[in-house]
Structure formats: structure tokens, C-alpha cells
């Protein structure tokens, strides 16, 4: 048998059949990870797929104007209530009916709650058809689907490029990144992960219109919505029209909506119009979306919150919560809270009592200092008191902790120092949430959801403290996990800061004798940290206050003084180490001391005394050095002085 | 439908089917349906055309081979009633009609291919100068059949075959169509000669999976040259000539060797497909390029590039005017005033440069074609011309023809005289060409602009340069394989089986991601379809 009748035969077949199955494999390899549509209608489209057949309680249907609308999970948690969000950015009007009855194939008692926020624009383009269709499974609705869309689409589309994606795609493959070969279902049921509607928050006052007109529809959306209507009918669909709250600038649109709006109510179907409703939801425009559009995670939770409320109160579902074949949804939940954790606080995820008329405190500034980060802020108006939030970003991974209340400050506060496990060279965030009380009831106000940043350096060391052994200036202080030595620093009262000595951690046991110190001048004494990275030492925050030293006292000065020609009295003093300032007093006609000047010097030793008074031949005057600590004034007082007219 | 489309692939597999399903004494029929199949779908009623060209070419040399015919019937007839004076002058009066047929049905078929292609040239160089007597020509819109300049010159090619002898006509009209229609070659050639190709046609062949195979192979190998080179490069020659005024420098000739690189790889791409497609069927076709680039000579470098324009142009062209009367009395007084060596050489001369004005003019109805071909014409000419005095130089220098370096710099000096020449035949017009020539040499050691971005400027990032780069290496590797006599498919096919599926694997994936293909790209037509 020769090489080729070989090939020919059965074997032959055999071995083609493998070659054109590895072919198809490698097409299909290549189609499925040059794919450009959006990863989010995948996530939507897979988790809905792999939920069991008649297990939901409702299907959301719709664009963008769902996923940052309803988080499924969080109100899964609340309620019991299994309501997918099949949610498709980019989705036309045109397509509901068809994701509907793709849908209805595994979900066929389920309330299907459809967007109407889909017909503000009837156009769509190529890609927005791909975003819809590329990850349903292959049926005739999908045949269906894409015929229809290819008819009206602002593009010509080749029908090719949809069994294919590859066709439209493969240009990118240079922009391959990881996020391409990813093709696992999140288990978030489809609740949104997107970065913006995470972290950024907008105003969007400057587009919203509001209007209670109607205008006639454009012949496409008439038609778009006869055939979904007549869909609805003829298939006995349940369903829930809803109008997210998005802000829509253009006075017509809002009229087109509410025409539809119309029309349906007039058709005997429920229309959930909720474009006029934001205030009524707590949302505000000016910092709960991250674009007209859409809302961000903490509008999310209210409008999430607000439509678990309504569905509960209109179709009475079961709750789920502990029946057998729903764990993936507590386990949604849980994986959600991860990711919504770091840009959400406690009492949001809790559906904790607001008040939005407690306005959000401006954050002025945070710092670091030595002792850990100074918040500080305006304060507003109603606050009984402050809870002060903190959470880190990981730098290098650009990853969020989550929040954490870091403590709280009285209503007349305006600052608050963090020092509670302050981690050195980390970047923390700040945010300040005004509370008040009514009723015993705890009711949040308004926060900036962002917070305010700071990067600390290195901590100094806890718990220094200062004791005097055989009168020798001892310095104590806790260990650092994160220092790689310690810098003792020590300044004479009113001088600058020195330091005078440097440990090792491994060799320190946190103790230094200072046996180089002069007796009777006071001293501050300081620890700080440093670290030893690349050859290069950088030193920490220390207390700038320091701790005093000081046994003996200031030494009190000696007064020198004289009647002078025009009879002022000149008083002269010596220098007194340590001294901030001094103070100098006359002794009135009853014989107490009254000051007549304060805080002189350091650096000047005199007073003129140009007061002359009547009753009194001769004056009598003392000074004291002023040691100043903090808030507390040590005055050490000089002998009295008399001075008379024969002191000229 | 073009070669590079999925609908041409499932037209070529359903053609396929039919062809080695029904007999094979019929299979010729399903080939000429696909052929006039696949051209209606491509240019609707300019089949007609092609049609009218074809009854034309049949009529013509059914008419020259009656009047051949006829004569020698007659002479045979009369073999001993006419003197010898007589017969001769018999067929002097047949050959002159014979000719006077060939000369009217040629006239007639490059009347057609002239009125289509270069009426509106004609008309409007006529203008410039009838403008003064206030006398205009109109231009006319027409729309130029697909393949004409390649099915013209097929058929003018067989009517001298015919005339010459040297090929009896083809009695059957649909046979004689399925030839002047075949559909993987009226696009863009190569021109095939009736004794090459049409028995190949028309004998029906057996269904061969090996050569199927191989045709496949191919097509692939023609697909990946088109699709991940031709079009990418063509990306950044037409971001540089069509501005070619804003550039000075080698850039402009670095764009020059890129559209050689985007020229080559489509064209021959587009043999390879129609190659490929045709052994499917059983069908050799002739190869029309070998290796261009492995040329030491302009006059070689045309006789690897387009082989059978420049074997159509020798045997019809050259050759009966070289060897004219009129060339020849042209030889003898020249010998006489310039001496024997030119005097011997000129006819060669003025045929060659003739041929280059020709070969030029195919190409397309403007004077920068004209000085395409005369640009090549010069080369090859002096070439000659010099060969000698340029022999005797190298003699004097010590140089051996035979080093590598040597070849090397004669293949890279052909390079570059064909690089420049690409000017003409890529530029706008000719003074966009002539101001390309002049600004190329503005600040030529100015190479600046390989690093400060101008290379990625034309949609074509460092990732598709890469492929370029890639590309061009193995298209360059596959030709000096072929040029040391190795054949790649036959090599491939001895090797593993493992080896074998991965490169035809890797080679279908290589088109799909890499391809310039699908609605994000506006996929070239092949260049020489445009001629």
C-alpha cells in the first residue's frame, strides 16, 4: 500500500477529521480571545446562563442604565430576592425583545423588568451589536437578533463578523492583554466591578432636565416599541417597565420617555418612571454618579435599596435566602463586598438611617505628623459629631483596603489626630461622615466619598518616656516593628533640635542615658525612627514638643536698675539659659505685683519702666524667666528691686 | 468577490465539487460556468465584453486558418497546373490576406483595450493641444473590464499563433472561452499561451488530494504574502507618496523599496492564489515570477518579474520588430555611419526600448507609466550598450565576477536602480516623481527619521512592524530557497505529520490574526487587478 493510498483510506479520514477538529479548535482559540466585546456582557450573559432553569425571580433587562443602577447581590442580601441584572452596555431597544425571549427560553415565569431608558437613542453601532450578541448562545434568536439589528444599524455589518468576531477584531491583537484569555464567570451576578463607577464620582447638575411633557415618538421608536409590546402580549410576559434616574440634558428626550410612558400605563402595563425621582431615592447629582449616565457604587446602594423596596412591596417574592440551591448568591454577595468594601462604608452596606440635609464636611487638609495623620475639616451645620474613616491603597498593586472608622470627634470639632496603628510609609485616606442623632435613631449625612490622601513616613517610636536616674536624663521608648534604628534628639530650651545619638533596632534595647548634659538648663528630649534602605538612612517624624528635662529649675535673674534723668526706671537683667521669655513686675500701692511687660526677649535683658507714679517715692520691681511647655508656663522669679529717686 | 474574500474560497470549493463530480470528459464545462460565474459577480455586464473579445479572437483565427487552409488546399489541388512563379505569388496573396485578418482583429482587440483604458489619456494630452482651435475631445466614462489588458494580449498573442502556424484554432467556440475566461487568471494574469495552457483545460483531471493539497498550500502561502505583508506595507507607502512632498531624504527611498516589497508581495501573492487555485483543478499555470529580487541585472530583473508579459512582449514585440525588414535596412545604413558593432546592436536597441515604452504604457494610461518602462528601458539598453567597456573596466580593477560580494552588490545595484524606478510607477504623477527623485537626495544623511516616529506615523505600530519585518525575512528566506532549486511544498510535505499540521496550522491562524482583512480595514485590491 503506497504513501498516499495510505493517506486515502480509512485512516486517512481519520487522521483529517483530527486535522480539521485541531483547525477548529485553533480558530475557535483565536476567535474567542481576539473577541473585543465588552467583558461585562459576558459576565452578564455567563452568569445568567448558569443559573438554574426557573430560579429567578426577575430578569432586568436593559444597557448600562442597569448594571450601576441594581447591584443583585446586595439586594439578594437584603431580601431574599433573586433579580438578575442581564444587562448588555450598549444594548438597542431594539434588542430587548430578543434578549427577552433569550431570556424567557430558561426563565419563562420570571418578571422580566425591561429599561425603557434604551429608547433615548434608537442608534446604534457595529460593535454595540457585537457587545449584545457575541457571548449569547447560538439560536435562532440570536439568528433573529442580529438580522434585525443588521437592518437598522448605522453601519453596514457583515453577518460573517458575528459567528466570527475575529473578522471585525484581529487588528488588536497587539493589544492583547491578560484580561483576553480571562473567560471565568465572576459569580457577582453581574453587579458592577467597573473602576469609575468604584471610585469616581461627578456632578451632573448641570444635566438634568426635568419635564412632565410628552412628545410624539419618532417612527422607529414607535415601532421598536409596538413590536416589543406586541411581543409582551402575544407571549403573556410579565413584566416591569422601569426609567432609571439617569440625567438626561435634552428636554425632548425626557418628553419621548414620558410618552412612552404614557402609552404603556395606557396599555394596562406597570411603569416604574423614576427619572423625576432622585431626590425621593436620596440620590444626589452632585456626587452619587460618575456620569450622567450612570451612578456610582454609592448611588448604586440607594437606588438598589429603593427598587428591593419597591418590588418587595408590588410582587410579594419568596424569600431565598437559606433554600437549597442559592448559596452562589450569598457567595455573590460576599465576593461583592470585596470588591465594594474599599469605596463603600459600614453603614452603607447596612442600609443605615441618612440624613442628606447633613451636608458633607469639606476636608481641609490631612498631614502626617509624628504621632500619626491629622484630619482636619470644616465643620457643618446639625452634626452631632464626626466618624473619621480611613482606608490604605497598596501603591504598587493600586488596590484599596476597605474603609475603616478610624474613630470620631465631637460636633465642634474641626480635626482629628489618627494614631491608632498608623503604618509608616503608607498612603491613607481620610473621609469625615457628620452624624446626628433623632429619636435614638443614628442618621449619616453626606460624605466626600473619595476622601482626602496622605502619605505617611516613618512613625516614631510609641510610649517615650523620660525618668531621671542619679539625676541623669534617662530616655525610654517602645520598640518599632517597622524602624530599622533609632535617632535620639535633644534640644536646649528655645535652641533647635540635635540629634545626639543613633541605635541600631537589633542592638537598642529602647534606652538612652544622656550623661553629657549641663546642670540647671533645661532640656527636651525626643525619639524617632529611620531607615536604612539602598545605602541611604531616612529619618522619621519625632515629637517636636520633646520631653522636658529639667530638675532644677530655670536659674532666676539678677536685677540691676536706676532712676534715669527723666525719671523712667531702667531695669537690666543677666541672660538665663533656657529661658523662652520673661515677664517684669512692679509691686503696686497695696503691694502686689502687677506686670507691667511680658514675654521680652529671650534675646533682650532690659525694660523701661516710663509709668510715674504720684503716690510713690520708689518703685519695686522683679522679672521671672519663663520656661514654656506646651500650655504650661514655669516662671522662676528674681529678687525684688528697689529703685529711688536717689538712684539717679 | 476577490481572491482574498471567504465568498471566492467557498466559490473555488463549490466549483471544486461540481468539477470532479460529473465526468470528466464534461468537467471543462464546469469550469468555463465558474469562469463566467465569477466574472459577472465581478463587473455584471462588461462580460459581455469580454464576450464580444472572445467571438472577435475565435472569428479571427477561424478566419486566418480558412484562408491558410483554404490555400494549401488549393496549391495541393493545382500542385502541377501552377509555375512556380505562381504559387509563390499565391501565397504571397494568402499570407497577405492572413495577415490582413490578423491585422484587423488585433486592431479590433486593441481597439477595445484602448478605447477602455486609454481613450481618456489620449483625449486629454490631444486637448492640450486642440485647446488653441478651440476644439476639445470629450472624455468618456467607460468602465474597464476586468482583465482586459491580460485577456487582450492572451488573445492577441494566440490570433499570431495562429497566424504563425503555430497553433491550429480552436473549433469549439466554449472551449475557446473557458481559455479566454479561465477565472483564476483573467484577473491579473500570468498571460498564458494557448498550446500551455489550453489542453490543461480542457482534458478533465482526475480528483487528486495530494495536489489539491498542494494547491491549498498555495493558495496560503499567496494569502499570507497578500494579506499580512502586501496590505500592511501598503499602509505606510501610501502614508508616504501620497505626501511625498513633505518629505525629503532616504525616507522617500526607503518607501520606494517598501512599495517593491508591498508590489512583489501582492502580485505574486495573487499568482500564487490563482496558481493554487488552479492546481486544484489540475492546472498548471506558467510561473510569472522567479525570484525577482535575486536579479544582478535590470535586464534580468525583468526577466524574473511578470515572466509572461516579458515572454509575450519577446515573441510578439521584440522579436518581429528586431527582425523586420525595416530594422534590418535601419542596421545596414547605420552599421555604415556608426560602424558594425552599433550598427549590429541597434535593432536590439530600438526593439528593447520599444518594448519598455510598451510594457510602460500596459501598465496603465499615464506618462508616469511612459517613463516607468523607459526608465527601465535605458538600464537594460545601456546595459548592453556598455557591456564591453563595463567588462573591460572590471578586468582592469581585478574584480571577480564570481565572488559572492560581488553578486551581492549587483543584486543590491539592481535593487536600487528598480527601487528608483518605483518612483514613477508609485508616485501621483510623473512630477511627483521627478520632485520624489530631487528631495531624496535633500538631506539624505538625515536619519533622523527611522527614530523620532515618522515610521509609526501611518497607523502601523512597532508590533506591526515587527510582522513586516518578519515577513519580508520570510518571503526573502523562501525565494533563496527556491533559488538554490528547493522546493518548500515537497520538503514540507516529507516531513512528520506533527510538523506538517502545525506549519498548515500556524499558517491559517498567521492569516486570520495577522491578515489586513474584515471590516476594520479597508482591504487593498490587488495592484495589478488595477491594470
Known amino acids: 500500500m503506497s504513501k498516499n493510498e495510505k493517506r486515502n483510506g480509512f485512516g486517512g479520514i481519520i487522521q483529517k477529521c483530527i486535522f480539521i477538529l485541531l483547525l477548529l479548535v485553533s480558530v475557535c482559540a483565536v476567535n474567542r480571545n481576539l473577541s473585543n466585546a465588552d467583558k461585562r456582557t459576558y459576565q452578564a450573559w455567563s452568569g445568567f446562563y448558569s443559573e438554574r432553569n426557573n430560579s429567578l425571580d426577575a430578569v432586568y433587562i436593559g444597557a448600562s442604565n442597569v448594571y450601576p443602577f441594581w447591584a443583585a447581590p446586595v439586594a439578594w442580601h437584603d431580601t431574599g430576592n433573586a433579580v438578575y441584572p442581564l444587562s448588555l452596555p450598549g444594548l438597542p431597544a431594539r434588542a430587548i425583545k430578543y434578549v427577552m425571549e433569550e431570556a424567557r427560553k430558561t426563565q419563562p415565569d420570571a418578571l422580566y423588568i425591561l429599561s425603557l431608558n434604551d429608547f433615548k437613542d434608537m442608534n446604534y453601532s457595529v460593535p454595540q451589536m457585537h457587545d449584545t450578541a457575541d457571548y449569547m448562545k447560538v439560536s435562532g434568536t440570536k439568528y433573529r437578533m442580529i438580522k434585525d439589528l443588521s437592518a437598522h444599524a448605522s453601519s453596514e455589518a457583515d453577518p460573517l463578523e458575528f459567528a466570527f468576531p475575529f473578522v471585525r477584531y484581529h487588528s488588536r491583537w497587539s493589544e492583547l492583554s491578560t484580561i483576553d484569555y480571562v473567560y471565568t464567570s465572576s459569580g457577582l451576578k453581574a453587579a458592577s466591578t467597573y473602576r469609575l463607577f468604584l471610585a469616581n464620582s461627578n456632578k451632573v447638575t448641570d444635566n438634568y432636565t426635568e419635564t412632565e411633557q410628552t412628545v410624539v415618538l419618532n417612527p422607529e421608536q414607535q415601532e421598536v416599541l409596538d413590536d416589543l409590546v406586541d411581543y409582551i402580549r402575544e407571549e403573556s410576559v410579565h413584566v416591569l417597565f422601569v426609567i432609571a434616574p439617569q440625567a438626561i440634558k435634552n428636554e425632548s428626550t425626557v418628553a419621548q420617555l414620558n410618552m412612552i410612558v404614557k402609552i404603556l400605563e395606557d396599555s394596562g402595563y406597570d411603569v416604574l418612571n423614576l427619572q423625576s425621582s432622585a431626590d425621593e431615592i436620596g440620590l444626589s447629582r452632585l456626587i452619587d454618579y460618575y456620569n450622567e449616565n450612570h451612578l456610582n457604587v454609592h448611588g448604586c446602594l440607594k437606588f438598589t435599596r429603593y427598587m428591593e423596596r419597591y418590588l418587595q412591596e408590588h410582587y410579594h417574592f419568596t424569600d431565598k435566602r437559606g433554600m437549597a440551591g442559592y448559596e452562589d448568591w450569598d457567595q455573590s454577595y460576599d465576593l461583592y463586598r470585596e470588591v465594594i468594601d474599599p469605596f463603600t462604608l459600614d453603614f452603607e452596606r447596612a442600609d443605615a438611617e441618612r440624613d442628606y440635609s447633613l451636608l458633607s464636611p469639606p476636608i481641609v487638609s490631612v498631614d502626617k505628623d509624628a504621632q500619626g495623620n491629622l484630619v482636619k475639616w470644616t465643620p457643618v451645620a446639625n452634626a452631632k459629631y464626626y466618624d473619621i474613616y480611613r482606608r490604605t491603597r497598596d501603591v504598587s498593586t493600586d488596590t484599596y483596603m476597605p474603609w475603616e472608622k478610624a474613630g470620631s470627634a465631637e460636633g465642634n470639632a474641626d480635626q482629628y489626630l489618627d494614631t491608632e496603628n498608623v503604618l509608616p510609609d503608607t498612603e491613607y485616606w481620610y473621609t469625615v461622615v457628620p452624624v446626628r442623632e433623632e429619636g435614638g435613631t443614628i442618621l449619616y449625612g453626606h460624605f466626600n466619598y473619595t476622601g482626602k490622601k496622605v502619605m505617611t513616613g516613618q512613625m516614631a517610636p510609641r510610649n517615650v518616656s523620660l525618668r531621671s536616674e542619679n539625676d541623669v536624663p534617662v530616655i525610654y521608648w517602645d520598640p518599632s516593628d517597622t524602624a530599622d534604628g533609632y535617632a535620639v534628639y535633644r534640644k536646649l530650651n528655645g535652641q533647635q533640635w540635635c540629634r545626639i545619638a543613633e541605635f541600631a533596632a537589633e542592638d537598642s534595647d529602647c534606652v538612652y542615658y544622656d550623661y553629657y548634659t549641663e546642670p540647671g538648663l533645661p532640656y527636651l528630649y525626643s525619639v524617632g525612627t529611620y531607615t536604612y534602605r539602598n545605602y541611604t538612612t531616612t529619618y522619621g517624624g519625632y515629637d517636636q514638643k520633646g520631653l522636658l528635662w529639667n530638675p532644677q529649675g530655670l536659674q532666676a535673674p539678677v536685677l540691676s536698675g536706676q532712676m534715669m534723668e527723666d525719671g523712667n526706671r531702667d531695669i537690666l537683667w543677666e541672660d538665663i539659659k533656657g529661658a523662652d521669655y520673661y515677664n517684669v513686675y512692679r509691686m503696686d500701692d497695696t503691694g502686689k505685683w502687677k506686670l507691667i511687660k511680658g514675654e521680652i526677649g529671650p534675646s533682650v535683658q532690659r525694660c523701661i519702666d516710663r509709668q510715674v507714679l504720684e503716690t510713690a517715692g520708689e518703685y519695686t520691681y522683679r522679672v521671672s524667666a519663663v520656661l514654656k511647655y506646651g500650655d504650661e508656663e514655669m516662671e522662676y522669679y528674681s529678687q525684688p528691686l528697689i529703685i529711688t529717686e536717689e538712684d539717679k | ?531
Open chain 2, 1 to 531: 468577490m476577490t481572491f482574498v474574500s471567504l465568498a471566492f474560497m467557498v466559490f473555488v470549493a463549490v466549483a471544486a465539487a461540481l468539477y470532479f463530480t460529473i465526468p470528466v470528459s464534461k468537467r471543462w464545462i464546469v469550469l468555463l460556468a465558474a469562469s463566467y460565474v465569477f466574472y459577472f459577480i465581478n463587473s455584471r455586464m462588461l462580460v459581455l465584453v469580454l464576450f464580444v473579445s472572445t467571438l472577435i479572437t475565435y472569428l479571427t483565427a477561424g478566419k486566418i486558418a480558412g484562408i491558410a487552409a483554404a490555400g494549401k488546399n488549393y496549391l495541393k489541388e493545382n500542385n502541377g497546373v501552377l509555375s512556380k512563379e505562381e504559387k509563390k505569388k499565391y501565397r504571397a496573396d494568402v499570407k497577405k490576406k492572413s495577415r490582413n485578418a490578423l491585422v484587423l482583429g488585433t486592431v479590433v482587440m486593441l481597439g477595445i483595450l484602448a478605447a477602455a483604458k486609454y481613450y481618456n489619456f489620449f483625449a486629454v494630452n490631444v486637448n492640450l493641444l486642440l485647446v488653441r482651435i478651440g476644439f476639445t475631445l470629450p472624455r468618456l466614462n467607460l468602465l474597464l473590464p476586468l482583465g482586459i489588458s491580460f485577456y487582450t494580449l492572451q488573445a492577441v498573442g494566440y490570433m499570431i499563433d495562429v497566424y504563425r502556424g503555430k497553433q491550429e484554432p480552436e473549433t469549439n467556440l466554449f472551449r475557446f472561452m473557458l481559455f479566454m475566461s479561465f477565472f483564476p487568471q483573467i484577473v491579473q494574469g500570468p498571460i498564458p499561451r494557448y498550446r500551455q495552457l489550453a489542453d490543461q483545460l480542457y482534458e478533465g483531471h482526475s480528483f487528486d488530494l495530494q495536489r489539491i493539497l498542494s494547491g491549498i498550500q498555495l493558495i496560503l502561502w499567496g494569502l499570507m504574502k497578500k494579506l499580512i505583508l502586501a496590505d500592511r506595507v501598503g499602509a505606510i507607502v501610501s502614508g508616504i507618496y501620497d505626501f511625498s512632498d513633505s518629505y525629503t531624504g532616504l525616507i522617500l527611498f526607503a518607501a520606494g523599496a517598501l512599495y517593491g516589497v508591498q508590489v512583489y508581495a501582492d502580485f505574486s501573492g495573487g499568482m500564487d492564489i490563482a496558481r493554487g487555485v488552479s492546481q486544484i483543478f489540475g492546472i498548471e499555470l506558467e510561473l510569472n515570477f522567479r525570484q525577482p529580487y535575486h536579479s544582478s541585472s535590470v535586464e534580468e530583473f525583468w526577466r524574473r518579474w511578470h515572466i509572461t508579459l516579458g515572454g509575450w512582449m519577446r515573441d510578439y514585440v521584440f522579436y518581429p520588430l528586431s527582425l523586420s525588414k525595416t530594422f534590418a535596412s535601419l542596421s545596414k545604413k547605420s552599421r555604415e555611419r556608426f560602424g558594425a558593432s552599433f550598427g549590429k546592436k541597434l535593432p536590439s536597441f530600438l526593439s528593447m526600448f520599444i518594448v519598455y515604452f510598451l510594457v510602460g504604457i500596459w501598465h496603465g494610461p499615464n506618462w508616469k507609466y511612459i517613463a516607468y518602462g523607459i526608465w527601465n528601458g535605458i538600464f537594460i539598453v545601456c546595459g548592453i550598450l556598455f557591456a564591453e567597456q563595463y567588462a573591460s573596466v572590471l578586468k582592469k580593477c581585478g574584480i571577480d565576477e564570481e565572488t559572492e560580494s560581488w553578486k551581492f552588490f549587483r543584486m543590491f545595484r539592481t535593487f536600487v536602480i528598480i527601487t528608483f524606478g518605483r518612483y514613477f510607477s508609485r508616485a501621483a504623477g510623473l512630477f511627483a516623481a521627478l520632485r520624489m527623485f530631487k528631495n531624496t537626495f535633500i538631506h539624505w544623511y538625515d536619519l533622523s527619521w527611522i527614530t523620532n516616529g515618522s515610521l509609526t506615523a501611518f497607523g502601523v505600530n512597532t508590533a506591526n512592524w515587527a510582522v513586516i519585518i518578519v515577513g519580508i525575512a520570510v518571503v526573502l528566506w523562501v525565494d533563496h530557497l527556491h533559488e538554490k532549486g528547493i522546493r518548500i511544498r515537497e520538503r514540507i510535505s516529507a516531513q512528520p505529520l506533527v510538523f506538517r499540521w502545525l506549519i498548515y496550522i500556524g499558517a491559517i491562524v498567521c492569516i486570520l490574526v495577522f491578515g489586513i482583512y474584515g471590516p476594520s480595514y479597508n482591504a487593498a485590491v490587488f495592484i495589478y487587478e488595477q491594470f
